[in-house]
């Protein structure tokens, strides 16, 4: 009769009781994880989400690996509206821009095969460029929208041709859930023929807009004013959407909308 080893299973070797670890030992090993597979254990038992749904422990991971995201907006002095850290540290709602994570501006190498909404300039005809963006994904909540109205700025960098007058607009418009439109700023500067050239930055700011925000629209247009064949109307750059950590008060009363002279343009 020959001898014979009994191994243990697969499952012996790579199974591990962590019921009774140390919640700093835990932490270590938390650190580790990607962030989504954190989220994922926070559901596993009480004190692992005890653990893990800390602002001091998401400031540890971001510290683990390289960021500082958290920190900066405990460092800003602000009121930080959310307490989903996880989220926070994940979408990065708050004071960063949200159009494009690398917007060029002329100030870094080229990227080859870039984003190509941002090689943009106009002609004779009206050209408009526009943006689509469900504020849920960005990891606002609607309570969070509705009791604090966080505000929401759009900028742009503009410049003319000195041989012609060219017309710019832009305009930030806020949807329900519904696709109805509730409010909107617009901004709108022309430039003179020979006038010299010169980059402006043009900004809008909504604040203490109504309840119900769910989605976000940003449009920019323009066109020359000399209906000349070519691109001869104006230049845009560096457009950047930011949601603001400012807590703003919620309006005292019903906001009344602009007039259609002030309504922005499709």
Not at 83 to 92: M, P, Q
């Amino acid at each position: 009769m020959s001898d014979s080893l009994s191994s243990p299973s697969d499952s012996d070797q790579t199974s591990m009781d962590l019921s009774a670890v140390n919640p700093d030992i835990l932490e270590a090993i938390f650190l580790r994880f990607s962030k989504k597979d954190l989220v994922k254990c926070a559901e596993t038992c009480h004190l692992w989400k005890k653990i893990i749904n800390t602002r001091a422990f998401w400031i540890a991971k971001e510290d683990y690996e390289g960021e500082n995201y958290i920190r900066s907006l405990v460092g800003s002095g602000k009121p930080i509206l959310a307490n989903n850290f996880a989220c926070l540290s994940i979408k990065k709602p708050f004071e960063r821009g949200l159009l494009v994570h690398e917007n060029p501006k002329g100030l870094n190498e080229v990227t080859k095969h870039v984003d190509p909404r941002w090689v943009f300039e106009n002609g004779d005809e009206t050209c408009s460029k526009y943006f689509n963006i469900t504020i849920k994904e960005l990891g606002l909540s609607p309570k969070i929208m509705d009791n604090y109205r966080p505000p929401i700025v759009f900028s742009e960098w503009v410049v003319n041709r000195s041989d012609c007058g060219c017309l710019y607009r832009s305009s930030i418009q806020l949807f329900n859930e519904n696709r109805q439109r509730i409010a909107w700023e617009r901004q709108e500067i022309s430039f003179n023929k020979w006038q010299h050239q010169l980059w402006q930055k043009i900004e809008i700011a909504m604040q203490s807009y109504p309840p119900g925000a769910r989605s976000i629209r940003v449009l920019s247009s323009g066109r020359d004013l000399e209906n000349w064949q070519g691109h001869y109307g104006p230049k845009m750059a560096g457009g950047q959407l930011m949601i603001k950590m400012d807590e703003t008060p919620l309006p005292a009363q019903s906001l009344v909308l602009g007039d259609d002279q002030n309504e922005p343009l499709e």
